[in-house]
């Protein structure tokens, strides 16, 4: 049997997003959310999206992109999939190969890729000359059943809003995921100033629910959110969570959150996710207060090209 590692085509979209699922059953995947990454990439991420078959059959993929939006130049990422059932026959190398080749092609420097925390992913990583840097939980939340608290009457001044409504004009909300952003913990630095961009890739996502996406206004002004992410079905997800500098220490964004999970819990959701890289004290503590429990973990790895 041979394995063969080629580009992604708009037909493999329904085998790609099983296989996600299978692999990160503890993310939001949808194949609209597929598409729409795969069209709308910016042409400076240099994007692939590899799939690996075994006669015929899709057992392995990968998301290949240069970090456009790091203020570090040469940076990139790649994280390599294979379907647990079918491991060990060589797709996951032939994989990162083929991916570390294109990137050295267009300058990359560093890659970057996510390992799941268990020892058969991390020797792999190793045998590839990936080191670790930082691990990062996986949360989950049981809608269904769980315990929410309640929304509490809001302080003076403050009033909840939603996504949609900012549908006419969501540039607050793009200000507001830059600060954000801009001090979220990582290896690769973010820098937010394409609002277009940010508009193809973070309003414009079909998991975005700006219905359960909620937003905290103080005295008009944006001071935290936390972004909904959804699969139509059951699944929920925190896309993003945060609180502008100037609001944090009142508990905001607890506030942002309550508001969002009973909504998605009414609208029939009944699994919530979210992720923090383990140095994020503050989310980690908020979550742990809602319940989440954490349920996988992985490590990012590096490797130098070159």
């Given at each position: 049997?041979?394995?063969?590692?080629?580009?992604?085509?708009?037909?493999?979209?329904?085998?790609?997003?099983?296989?996600?699922?299978?692999?990160?059953?503890?993310?939001?995947?949808?194949?609209?959310?597929?598409?729409?990454?795969?069209?709308?990439?910016?042409?400076?991420?240099?994007?692939?999206?590899?799939?690996?078959?075994?006669?015929?059959?899709?057992?392995?993929?990968?998301?290949?992109?240069?970090?456009?939006?790091?203020?570090?130049?040469?940076?990139?990422?790649?994280?390599?999939?294979?379907?647990?059932?079918?491991?060990?026959?060589?797709?996951?190398?032939?994989?990162?190969?083929?991916?570390?080749?294109?990137?050295?092609?267009?300058?990359?420097?560093?890659?970057?890729?996510?390992?799941?925390?268990?020892?058969?992913?991390?020797?792999?990583?190793?045998?590839?000359?990936?080191?670790?840097?930082?691990?990062?939980?996986?949360?989950?939340?049981?809608?269904?059943?769980?315990?929410?608290?309640?929304?509490?009457?809001?302080?003076?001044?403050?009033?909840?809003?939603?996504?949609?409504?900012?549908?006419?004009?969501?540039?607050?909300?793009?200000?507001?995921d830059a600060e954000v952003c801009s001090d979220e913990p990582g290896d690769i630095s973010v820098a937010l100033d394409d609002y277009e961009d940010w508009l193809?890739?973070?309003?414009?996502?079909?998991?975005?629910?700006?219905?359960?996406?909620?937003?905290?206004?103080?005295?008009?002004?944006?001071?935290?959110?936390?972004?909904?992410?959804?699969?139509?079905?059951?699944?929920?997800?925190?896309?993003?969570?945060?609180?502008?500098?100037?609001?944090?220490?009142?508990?905001?964004?607890?506030?942002?959150?309550?508001?969002?999970?009973?909504?998605?819990?009414?609208?029939?959701?009944?699994?919530?996710?979210?992720?923090?890289?383990?140095?994020?004290?503050?989310?980690?503590?908020?979550?742990?207060?809602?319940?989440?429990?954490?349920?996988?973990?992985?490590?990012?790895?590096?490797?130098?090209?070159?």
């Amino acid at each position: 049997m041979t394995v063969t590692v080629r580009d992604f085509r708009t037909e493999d979209v329904g085998a790609v997003v099983g296989l996600r699922r299978a692999c990160t059953p503890f993310m939001v995947t949808t194949e609209e959310t597929l598409l729409a990454g795969v069209a709308t990439a910016h042409p400076a991420k240099k994007y692939r999206l590899l799939v690996a078959e075994e006669d015929g059959e899709i057992i392995g993929t990968a998301h290949v992109g240069i970090a456009y939006d790091s203020s570090d130049p040469g940076q990139a990422s790649v994280t390599p999939q294979v379907h647990p059932e079918r491991r060990g026959r060589g797709a996951g190398s032939l994989i990162l190969r083929t991916a570390e080749a294109h990137l050295a092609a267009e300058g990359a420097t560093s890659v970057y890729a996510w390992v799941m925390d268990e020892p058969p992913s991390r020797a792999f990583a190793e045998r590839h000359g990936y080191r670790p840097t930082r691990p990062a939980h996986f949360q989950r939340l049981d809608l269904a059943h769980g315990a929410l608290p309640e929304l509490p009457p809001l302080p003076s001044g403050i009033e909840l809003r939603t996504g949609a409504d900012y549908a006419d004009d969501p540039r607050p909300l793009f200000a507001a995921d830059a600060e954000v952003c801009s001090d979220e913990p990582g290896d690769i630095s973010v820098a937010l100033d394409d609002y277009e961009d940010w508009l193809s890739h973070t309003w414009n996502d079909p998991c975005l629910d700006r219905d359960l996406t909620s937003v905290v206004v103080a005295d008009g002004r944006i001071a935290s959110f936390t972004a909904a992410h959804t699969d139509g079905d059951t699944r929920y997800a925190s896309g993003m969570t945060g609180t502008l500098r100037a609001f944090r220490g009142r508990g905001l964004a607890k506030l942002a959150k309550i508001h969002s999970l009973r909504r998605a819990r009414a609208a029939g959701y009944t699994d919530a996710f979210t992720s923090n890289d383990a140095d994020n004290g503050p989310m980690l503590a908020i979550n742990r207060w809602f319940g989440y429990e954490i349920c996988a973990t992985e490590v990012r790895h590096v490797r130098a090209l070159g």
